[in-house]
């Protein structure tokens, strides 16, 4: 008995009127895996790095985050420390390994800091996104030690740090960084686009927040789009 | 096939759905939402028309070298650690998904929303094996705890009202307090995302779908507004992706011209909230993620319908606009349909699956109206496939015979013009002599399928064809 695979791959060959080893064929699959073609893409994000950062903050506002710009890294404890307080959330974070935030003087706020993964205990974490992307005010996280991928979807409320330089116009300019970060063809464990809170509109179409991730998304922006 | 199918008693569902005074009330909460959210997502976007030809385009051309970048895909898979099980049937996906259960010892399976799981019925599997599957998409939590399938692709609950949902919980969640309040909404979401958290952190392992696979990189993607995918296929050890061939596509490049026309069509969202890329297990240094990935890849005869007629509906990425566009859909909902793909869609797709045999009236619900043509992201033809299966069902004598001596006798007048003409203008006349004083008749003999839900209106004045033939002449 052949394999399904083998067989799967001979009905597919035999209904396409073909036998897999043409090279014209091979080539266009080549071609295209290589070189990675950029489609059609809108001109809504192409515009300069101010006005893209604007957009970005549109865009996911629109999707239901908050978002608040700050000038320097130095200031985002103070901020982190602010959202909660304003929505009187327990004073508590967890954030992951990233450097970014590892460094950040959090001893300069009341807020009771822990690292690592989430288990589900905690109501608030804060990350580091990878990038952000302006056409839709969506953030681009990767996962790993610096920035676990439970902390995206555990807690209550998860508070995002991206950096103005980190902000594509478009998700083919996310990809381009992150093939020169971890090499073409390969990827981290996983890529989070976010794009909002967590909703459902299953029961009579009414749109909700909070399904089974967060309930909010806070944004900081950090520096000079430039 | 493993779900049962109750397609060939489409008309009598169809009819018992127009009865369903409860159906009826859910499903007028989804006639008028997905169009207008859709219609805005799409004017807002100057680019959309020329992204539905792009996406279009890419899906083409997968599909014309699918056996190439499935090869491709398998090895970008393995290199990245994880483990592709080409199955060619339901049956052999079911086995290849136990065989990994039973590997670990599972006891529960948490579950994202899958059509793929729908088409191999696999929570039956499942539960035959002692292994306790739990849907976590709230609409999927839903119908399951009411042992249904999904009446819509993306709003599997959309035929039920909130009341409903609170009888079901009532009656499922006994642990709770029965003097609860469970009368809006947000108190229903609130309890099931409390119950279903416990789920996602017992759970041994995750199954989702996928609504695309990258070539590329050897990735899955799935798309989702809950985040319930991303808990059911981040917390446990094991992390299975069920998914169909044509889910295919190239590169990261092509998928993001696909994510452009996909939430804009579906719920009228630029983005959905989650699209999330997982390619392999957890790294050496990961601190959370799955430590095994497995694909079930699902052939289920698609490998057929390659280059035939029906070639174009493997191009479909599941957004419902379809049928959230589908009069008869808005009409019916999405059980009368008798099998897992509901609209057109699914009048398309399920006799390529289950037998023109089983599921030929399906492609006769349409008015042919073009409503789901004219919305559909990769542009499939949808009428005109159905009209296909029309074709094929009249060839094979599948259709009755009432039905076929009409349409001979049609096409005997339809053949000589002149009679037609004659025959049309006779019973137009009489027809109007006999309507004369209401303008509209209650009841007809042959038409009370028309008449039982709405009046016919007498003819007024003469045939269209006099009326041409005579402004024609006057110009």
Redesign the interface.
Known sequence: MTSARDDILANIRRSLGVTGAEAPRRSNVATRLENAPRGLIPARGQIDPTARVALFREQAERAQASVMEVARRADVPGEVARFLRDRNLPATIRIGADSRLAGMQWGETALEVSAGRSNGGDPNAVSHAFGGVAESGTLAMLSGPDNPTTLNFLPDNHIVVVAASDIAGDYETVWTRLREQVGKGTMPRTVNLITGPSRSADIEQTLLLGAHGPRTLHIIIVGESV | MSVHATSPQFKENAHEALHDAALQK?LN??RT?FIERRALAAAE???FE??RD?ARD?KK?TL?????????Y?K?VTE?GGHVH???TPA?ANAAVLAICKARGARTVTKGKSMISEEMGLNDALSRAAINPVE????EY?IQLRGEIPSHII????H???EQ?EADFRRVHTHLPKDRVLTE??Q??TEA?GV??ER??AADVGITGANFLI?????SIIVT????G??TQ??PKVHIVLAS?EKLV?????V??L??VLARSA?G???????????????P?????PEEYHVVLL?NGR??????EFEDMLRCIRCGACMNHCPVYHAVGGHAYGWVYPGPMGAVLTPSLIGVDKAGHLPNASTFCGRCESVCPVRIPLPKMMRHWREREFARHLTPAAFRSGLRLWAFFAKCPALYRFATRIGMAALALFGKRSGRFKSLPLAGGWTDFRDMPAPQGPTFQARWTKEKRAR
């Open positions: 859910a909460n989804m939402g976007l100057p680019e020329a992204l792009s890419i051309h014309q070298h699918l056996d190439l970048y499935l090869e491709a398998e970008k990245s080409f199955c060619r052999e976590t998409d709230l609409g839903i709003a599997p609950a959309v039920l009202n909130k949902v909404p947000t229903l979401l995302r279903l958290r996602f952190l070539a590329e990189t050897g990735t507004n809950e985040g319930n991303d808990l981040t917390l061939l190239p590169t990261l490049e092509d993001s011209q994510l452009r719920t969202q630029d983005m959905s909230v989650y699209t999330t890329l997982s390619t392999g297990p957890r790294r240094d990961d601190v959370d993620g052939d490998s057929a319908m390659l280059g035939g």
